[in-house]
C-alpha cells in the first residue's frame, strides 16, 4: 500500500491532488487551544469562510467526505450543508454522532457528551455497510432469531470514547486526536480493500496508522512541520513532501 505525507495548507495542496475514494477532515475546532505552530482562535467570519471552502473543496476530490467539528459549530454547519447541497445538487448530507460516556464534570451546565460529524456523499459513491456490522444484542443474548454476520450499527456511534490523557492511543505532542475505531468504520464505511483515503488535517496520523491496518492507500496533509516530523517517524514513511 502506498502512503503518502505532504506539509502544507489542505486549501492548497488537495486542488493539486487527484480524486479520492473517501476523504477524512478534523479541522480545527476554533476554541482557543494551544496547536505547536498555528492557531485555533480566527474571527468567528474568518472561520465561516475556512469552513466553506473545505466543504467545497472536499465534495470536489471525494466520492465521500467524512467531517468532524466541535459541537459548538452546530448551527453554522447546518447551514452550510443547506448551501453545499444546493451548489452541489448530487451530494447529500448524513448526520453521525459519536458519543461519550465520560467527560469532565461541570457544576454550571450539562457537558458536552458528543461530537457530530457529517458525511457528504456523491450519488452513486459506494457503500460498504456489510465492512462494519457489529455483533447485534440478539447474537450476544443468545436468541436464535439473531441475523447472521451481526448487524449494521446505526449512526449515533457510542463504541467509541474520546482519546483523553490516559488512552493507550493519546499522543502527547498534540493537543486532539480522534479515536481509531472512529476513523476505521468510517473508511471501512466507505472504500473497499485497497481504496484511496485522503486524510486533511493529519494531526496525529491516526488515518495513516489505520490506513496501514486494514490495507487502504493514504494520503496525509499536515501544515505543521513538527507534527509532520513524527508522522513519518512513527509510520516509518520517508521525509514529507513540501508543498
Known amino acids: 500500500m502506498k502512503h503518502e505525507l505532504i506539509c502544507g495548507n489542505c486549501l492548497e495542496v488537495l486542488p493539486t491532488l487527484g480524486y479520492f475514494d473517501c476523504l477524512i477532515a478534523d479541522p480545527f475546532d476554533n476554541i482557543g487551544l494551544k496547536y505547536n505552530s498555528y492557531k485555533d482562535r480566527i474571527p468567528k467570519d474568518k472561520y465561516r ?3 466553506w471552502q473545505c466543504l467545497n473543496l472536499f465534495v470536489e476530490h471525494a466520492g465521500i467526505s467524512w467531517v468532524s467539528y466541535n459541537a459548538k459549530w452546530t448551527w453554522m454547519m447546518g447551514s452550510f450543508i443547506e ?16 458519543s461519550f460516556t465520560f467527560g469532565q464534570n461541570n457544576t454550571r451546565d450539562c457537558g458536552p457528551g458528543h461530537r457530530p460529524l457529517v458525511r457528504l456523499r456523491h450519488k452513486g459513491a459506494p457503500l460498504y455497510p456489510d465492512h462494519i456490522k ?3 444484542w440478539r447474537q450476544l443474548n443468545g436468541d436464535k ?19 483523553v490523557g490516559n488512552s493507550k492511543q493519546r499522543r502527547r505532542w498534540h493537543k486532539t486526536q480522534l479515536h481509531e475505531g472512529l476513523i476505521e468504520r468510517c473508511i471501512k464505511l466507505s472504500t473497499h480493500e485497497g481504496g484511496a483515503v485522503c486524510d486533511v488535517f493529519s494531526g496525529t496520523g491516526t488515518v495513516v496508522r489505520v490506513c496501514k491496518r486494514i490495507g487502504r492507500h493514504s494520503t496525509s ?3 505543521d512541520p513538527f507534527y509532520c516530523e513524527k508522522i513519518s517517524e512513527e509510520n516509518q514513511i520517508k521525509a514529507p513532501l513540501l508543498s
Not at 448551501?83 to 459519536?98: G, I, M, N, S
Not at 449494521?152 to 470514547?161: A, H, K, N, S, T
Open 49 to 51: 469562510e475556512f469552513l
Open 83 to 98: 448551501d453545499l447541497e444546493r451548489v452541489h445538487p448530487d451530494v447529500t448530507a448524513k448526520p453521525f454522532v459519536q
Open 134 to 136: 457489529v455483533p447485534s
Open 145 to 163: 432469531r439473531a441475523a447472521e454476520g451481526g448487524k449494521v450499527p446505526l449512526d449515533c456511534w457510542y463504541e467509541f470514547p474520546r482519546v
Open 221 to 223: 496533509i499536515e501544515l
